[in-house]
């Protein structure tokens, strides 16, 4: 139990040194602060949710003191809390009894995990609240929103850049307008690769406490396709709705994103230049941004086509074990 305080404190630690490096305000203190849940992440899945615990308990309690409640509540909303939950739903598994041969009596007993799509759903979920709580720190409605959003662009345009005024506000006003949905994907992105990165470095260590999952089978659940409508049905209604129904929209469309690569993966199976179209496709999508939206439409299309489904029934049954 010591050792699980004392790796759960340096995690704390680790997490909060690299939240607070933002105000420093050097380039590489942005990648530490998006890296932020990544030691508690790691200490969850490695040691359990428990570590997590201890450890987000004492970095927010230590970001509190020297800094100020403001900082010790971020940081408990954004990264805490997260890693505690994420790394408690990877390693949620309930018993399934397999049957012996004769089928007389349970054999052994295996675990059905908590599935990948669920986590990413809650991914969304995460995303979409810290996006919102961002943007009510800066008013209670969304023309005072967008104002704060578009007077703190001039002023970080205003002091860097030869452009014109009328050019500067014209990019401000498009600036303000996709910032919530751009925070969304940020947060969305971020927390998802912390996840897959703090999973990487636990199965590499062994310290793992759950078998490597099958990404490319990840499916999200059948009503995420209904919250979706709802919310892009109230992004039309105006005002703080809209806005926070345009957050929710973005980061259910990340995550079918998400769920397009896995079918990417899974229908180019058969192709003998696989890993070529798949570098190509990532390196488009990191490169030029707007490629997602038809990786997008493939997830979304298999969620109401079963186009996994489709190929897996279109191909033959693997040969029996010799």
């Keep these: 139990m010591m050792a699980v305080i004392l790796i759960a404190l340096a995690a704390g630690c680790a997490s909060a040194l690299m939240f607070a490096s933002i105000i420093s305000g050097a380039l590489i203190s942005l990648l530490l602060f998006y890296l932020a849940p990544l030691p508690l992440m790691v200490a ?23 800094f100020g409640l403001p900082y010790c509540i971020a940081f408990a909303i954004t990264v805490a809390v997260p890693a505690w939950w994420l790394g408690h739903l990877a390693l949620l598994g309930r018993p399934l009894p397999a049957a012996s041969e004769d089928g007389s009596a349970p054999a052994a007993v295996q675990l059905e995990w908590y599935p990948i799509g669920r986590i990413l759903l809650w991914i969304a979920g995460f995303a979409a609240l810290t996006t919102i709580a961002a943007m ?15 007077g703190g662009l001039m002023r970080m345009l205003g002091q860097r850049g030869s452009a014109s005024s009328g050019d500067i506000e014209r990019w401000v006003t498009v600036f303000s307008i996709i910032a919530p949905a ?6 969305m992105m971020t927390l998802t690769l912390n996840l ?5 470095i636990t199965a590499t260590s062994g310290r793992l406490q759950r078998p490597w999952p099958e990404l490319k089978s990840a499916e ?7 919250a979706l409508s709802v919310a892009l049905a109230f992004c039309f209604v105006g005002g703080l709705v809209a806005m926070f129904a345009q957050i929710a929209t973005t980061a259910l469309m990340m995550a079918y994103g998400l769920i397009g690569f896995a079918v990417l993966h899974t229908l180019t199976l058969a192709l003998k230049s696989r890993v070529f179209w798949l570098c190509c496709t990532y390196a488009m999508v990191i490169t030029f941004g707007w490629p997602v939206l038809a990786i997008i439409a493939l997830g979304l299309a298999d969620a109401m086509f079963g186009l996994r489904q489709r190929y897996r029934r279109g191909k033959p049954p693997p040969l029996p074990a010799s």
């Design 44 to 66: 969850a899945l490695g040691w359990g949710p428990l570590a997590a615990t201890i450890g987000g308990i004492a970095a927010a309690t230590g970001l509190g003191a020297i």
């Design 136 to 150: 009510l720190t800066l008013g209670n409605d969304a023309e005072t929103i967008t104002n704060s959003l578009r």
């Design 182 to 187: 751009a925070a969304t994907i940020i947060a």
């Design 196 to 200: 897959w990165l703090a999973g990487k």
């Design 220 to 226: 999200l659940p059948p009503m995420t396709l209904v």
